[in-house]
């Protein structure tokens, strides 16, 4: 364009050592308009879809995106403002997939396309695909099946464990893996009387330090939503967030659990439709319960910040139990709660206290009664970053602790994560009531702790988990910051 105008200029300066110099320059010059208006409209302009989203500047770890409009738009912005981040999670998560599972990425874009996609209701299928087509927009070469299994990462470990059972196959991957601590609490247990809730999120470091988006979602139908997640997921994942109809939500998992219905609405479906559309807890517990698939098998905790009402809606396949109190609090360190639950759908052991899940369990109810009325935001961050080993009795970095450092193990988490694998707590977040009404939380990306992971220097010293040297990257801890609704 620019040596089009150039020549326009030429012409211009011609005109005026003519004769008619002040007429012909004036023509001239609206030639020269008229060509620069007509050749800038030609040029590439934003696409209308991305007018009402954005994407803030990184903070603290954490890129915040808002994304307003339809399904559809919705995806578009998500896929065009996150599409680095979209194909760099999707490398990550593909890459551990392959290994944990000992299946090829086909086999669970297969998986996507004949078992989860047929009960993906059409709302969220129009934001896969936006979101497709936002990441294409920008270079981006993932198709509807890697959105779809992307999404489905955390459930697919269960569809996998009773595949492999169902063709009469040995088990050929590690199964669902133990993930989160967290507490929610209220009444005379909280400062001011109102719910508190803290989530920390246990995974790989891999695909933990990728889990930084705070999304801010305005959709066209229901309520607004702020929540964690990683890139190109729909839901959460890790499940924390609050909608602006007073729904305060987390979860952890439930252990050794088995069981999948492959006529059932996937999880990941489930867990953003009831953040999007629940303004009570009644309405967040029928919606998880409507079409349960039994993946990603949680203990959910559900506050209602209108009501000061708590709650744990523990979601087993076949055992399904919701508690609930105004005076009280729950925890959650993916221990069984109900015994029956237990029994006939997981083979977690309730009695042995050298378990993870069990101390964490007991280090949760002693922080709960030690600090009862005092419980507000800044003693749940100290609560995330507590490094106290209830079976052995002191304060140590290890499985057992609710920030965990399973790097520091050498013990590990069983099948899902063996000694000294980088993994554990990745990043928290934390909410009161009060900053739950201005759509506002706090997160802290890395272990509340304050201790950072370094990488080069853990793969030197543990070379068996060489392969991950493309997708494991350092982890500093960067402390914690507020984030609100724009």
Not at 154 to 177: C, F, I, R, S
Not at 389 to 418: F, N, V
Request: with cysteine.
């Amino acid at each position: 364009m620019r040596g089009q105008l150039t020549s326009l200029c030429r012409i211009g300066h011609r005109y005026y050592n003519s004769e008619m110099r002040r007429t012909s320059l004036l023509f001239a010059v609206v030639l020269l308009l008229a060509a620069a208006v007509s050749l800038i409209s030609r040029d590439p302009q934003p696409d209308a879809r991305l007018k009402k989203a954005s994407r803030a500047a990184e903070r603290a770890g954490w890129i915040q995106v808002h994304l307003e409009g339809a399904p559809s738009e919705i995806g578009f912005q998500h896929g065009y403002l996150l599409a680095n981040e979209i194909a760099d999670n999707f490398k990550a998560v593909s890459t551990e997939m392959a290994h944990e599972e000992k299946k090829d990425w086909a086999f669970f874009r297969k998986t996507a396309e004949e078992v989860l996609w047929p009960h993906v209701e059409q709302e969220y299928r129009e934001e896969i695909d936006g979101i497709v087509e936002g990441q294409k927009a920008r270079g981006g070469k993932l198709d509807r099946w890697d959105i779809v299994a992307l999404n489905a990462w955390l459930e697919l470990p269960y569809y996998d464990k009773v595949y492999d059972q169902k063709h009469g196959m040995a088990p050929t991957g590690n199964g669902p893996g133990d993930h989160c601590s967290a507490f929610i609490a209220t009444g005379s247990y909280t400062k001011d009387g109102r719910p508190v809730i803290g989530h920390n999120n246990w995974t790989s470091f891999s695909s933990g330090e990728r889990w930084n988006i705070v999304f801010d979602i305005t959709p066209a139908k229901g309520s607004r939503i702020m929540m964690d997640g990683a890139p190109g997921l729909i839901h959460s994942g890790d499940d924390f967030g609050v909608n602006a109809a007073g729904i305060m939500i987390t979860e952890t998992t439930i252990s050794g659990f088995t069981g999948w219905d492959s006529n059932g609405i996937p999880e990941f479906v489930r867990a953003r439709k009831a953040m999007q559309y629940s303004q009570s807890i009644d309405d967040y517990a029928r919606i998880m319960k409507e079409g349960n698939n039994g993946g990603y098998a949680n203990n959910w905790l559900i506050a209602d910040r209108k009501t000061g009402e708590v709650a744990s809606l523990e979601l087993g396949l076949k055992n399904v139990t919701l508690l609930r109190t105004k005076d009280g609090y729950f925890v959650g360190s993916n221990f069984p709660q109900d015994p029956k639950l237990a029994k006939e759908e997981t083979d977690f052991d309730l009695n042995d206290k050298s378990l993870s899940q069990n101390a964490r369990r007991i280090r949760w109810n002693d922080l709960m009664q030690e600090n009862k009325g005092k419980i507000d935001v800044a003693m749940g961050e100290k609560f995330l970053g507590d490094h106290y080993d209830t079976y052995d009795h002191k304060t140590q970095a290890s499985e057992r602790t609710l920030c965990g450092h399973i790097e520091a193990s050498s013990r590990g988490m069983g099948s899902w994560q063996p000694a000294h694998a980088p993994a554990g707590a990745v990043q928290n977040k934390i909410t009161d009531a009060a900053s739950a009404e201005k759509m506002t939380f706090q997160a802290a990306l890395g272990h509340a702790c304050g201790t950072s992971f370094k990488a080069a220097e853990h793969l030197a010293k543990h070379k068996e988990f060489a392969w991950q040297r493309d997708i494991l990257r350092d982890m500093p801890a960067r402390g914690w910051a507020k984030f609100s609704a724009k």
